[in-house]
């Protein structure tokens, strides 16, 4: 069943929401929350990485594994592993559906059922469903969304992506509207001879004491190796950042509005990476214009609420100049599915659970 998201004053998860209040997050000093919010980039590329952790927090590497292995088990982190940037790997692509509202949750269960989809949901739109569709290359991905239409009956809509301005979903659980910076540069792709290494990072790390070691051994190299790779691959921008990927609902973000606006293609980067700097803004990027759909500038603005959303956004399209732009808001409803991406991991191999 799809989980309705906290805005329509449900918690995403119920089981969790027995155990965690989203309170429990606000300027908490204990190891749990600093752990979520001090780690989500720069966990440690070391030997005994939890520990060096536990040093920072002033806990035992015992009692920061556990910590992460009862944060995974509610549901609050989904791994310890990377972010990619876009472009660096495989293929992905946004895509959306006018599904009758009789058959939604039936189609939406179809669309998640194929492993490469990794986010699926509803939105407040007559295009009511929404998904993210990864693979190994355009090809895979093309053949999926065929055989979805053919299933479902239903025409899907593919937008892709032209050029990415920012992409950062993580989040400060103290100060959720910092201000960015516009990417400007794309970073390198992973080369074929790290196609193993990458797999590993979109499964996440092991919570082990050692856990780089176990990588290591199964591709046939040295935690110092690995190491260097993980860092060339930061230093380059290819990761956005490596640490705790986070489920944005669990902490209390529980309200997400995709806002799309119709921009004259000469003007639509230079705004575009204006937008992206705005307090609040945590994905923007340009897409192709598709029949009946002529909005090429997207961007992503969470918040604890829909009041507070509707206050960042309005702020960000003012601060970026785009307030007499055409646009619509699209708040999300219900999360069908949200689990990491799959550019590098066989589609045939069990999913990471989120």
Known sequence: ????????????????????????????????????????????????????????????????????????????????GGVWAPGVGGSALLCAMAVPPARLEAVAARVSAHPGVNHNYEREHALNLWFVITGHDATQTEQALAAIESDTGLPVLRLRMVRPYRIDLGFDLHRPARAGTALRQRPP?????????????EQGLPLLPRPY???????????AQLHAQLQAWLDAGTLRRFGLVVRHHEVGFA???????????????????????????????????????????????????????????????????????????LFSRRRFKQTGARYFRPLEAPADGR
């Open 1 to 80: 069943m799809p989980r309705v998201l906290p805005q329509l004053s449900q918690r995403a998860d119920p089981a969790a929401a027995s155990e965690w209040s989203t309170s429990s997050w606000d300027n908490d000093p204990g190891m749990q929350a600093r752990l979520l919010n001090e780690w989500q980039r720069g966990f440690p590329l070391s030997d005994r990485p939890f520990a060096q952790i536990g040093q920072a927090l002033g806990a035992t590497e015992s009692e920061v594994i556990q910590a992460c292995a009862e944060l995974s088990r509610l549901g609050i982190i989904s791994r310890i």
């Open 189 to 201: 792709r992973v080369a074929e001879t790290d196609i193993p290494l990458a797999a590993c990072v």
């Open 213 to 223: 070691d176990l990588w290591a051994a199964r591709l046939g190299s040295s935690p």
């Open 255 to 329: 309200a997400n509005a995709m806002t799309v606006f119709d921009i004259e293609d000469a003007q639509v980067d230079a705004l575009g990476e204006r937008l992206a700097t705005q307090p609040g803004v945590t994905l923007c990027y340009r897409r192709e214009r598709a029949q009946g759909w002529p909005y090429n500038l997207y961007c992503m603005v969470h918040g604890r609420n829909r009041e507070q959303t509707l206050a960042l956004l309005n702020a960000a399209i003012a601060g970026a100049g785009l307030g007499e732009r055409p646009r619509q808001v």
